[in-house]
């Protein structure tokens, strides 16, 4: 049993066999019955999509919280982070077995990396950007965050505040026997004064490689314009479900 979404002060859902529920003003129930589960590929895909989602979202708890919290229409950072990619991967009919090649960790639509480059051996990880158009002085007050996935190793690691959006560059501590680990990176910008996000970038890094370098065509990747059109569409589809419920 839960709360109902818009009245407290009714409990609504399953209670054993019982399901309780509103039409209008009045509450009805009626037996719960054992749903078939044929199992379809379609199905299985969304599952394994969903759980994968649901480990990023708990592996990633703060970083999650920072960049989901306050989507309008969704009542916490987990539901809108989840919501949110699920919709993104249906409907862009992207490979969810590449989830992580396709995910993103920022919502704006301001330029952001103009290119990366990672530079590693033992003891050493530095990563370097250079920013797509800066067109506001309020630019030069973002902060870079990196978001780094180890592939190899299986574990998240980041960093809110890794320096000012102008070129610049920062070092990633990571254990000695994690530095030439097959790696995904991400890099994006925020502003605290106006509250935006910068458009993230996204790196895969090849076990082994001691420097890589990507530069990103323009300031607007495909998926990224691609995934704001769908977000856009997802919340305006919320709200008006909101609307007229």
Not at 70 to 76: A, K, L
Not at 182 to 198: A, M, R, V
Request: with cysteine; hydrophobic share 35%.
């Amino acid at each position: 049993m839960r709360k109902h979404k818009y009245l407290s002060h009714i409990n609504v859902g399953r209670d054993g066999n019982v399901i309780f529920y509103l039409i209008g003003e009045q509450m009805r129930l009626r037996s719960y019955n054992q749903p078939k589960d044929p199992k379809t590929e379609k199905q299985l895909r969304d599952r394994n999509l969903h759980g994968t989602l649901n480990l990023i979202s708990a592996q990633t708890k703060a970083l999650r919280q920072f960049c989901y919290k306050g989507v309008p229409t969704y009542s916490n950072s987990h539901n809108a982070f989840i919501g949110l990619h699920k919709q993104f991967m249906r409907k862009a009919s992207l490979d969810t077995a590449k989830v992580y090649e396709h995910l993103h960790w920022s919502r704006g639509k301001r330029s952001g990396a103009k290119s990366m480059t990672v530079e590693r051996s033992n003891h050493h990880f530095l990563l370097k950007w250079r920013p797509g158009n800066m067109n506001a002085m309020s630019d030069y007050k973002s902060t870079a965050i990196w978001v780094l996935r180890n592939v190899s190793k299986e574990y998240w690691k980041w960093n809110l505040t890794a320096g000012l959006r102008p070129d610049g560059q920062c070092s990633i501590s990571l254990r000695d026997d994690h530095y030439m680990d097959e790696c995904i990176l991400w890099l994006f910008f925020y502003n605290p004064k106006l509250k935006q996000f910068s458009e993230d970038q996204i790196m895969h890094i090849p076990a082994g490689e001691t420097s890589c370098t990507k530069a990103f065509g323009g300031n607007y990747d495909a998926d990224w314009s691609l995934y704001e059109s769908i977000y856009e569409e997802v919340i305006a589809s919320r709200q008006e479900e909101r609307i007229n419920w």
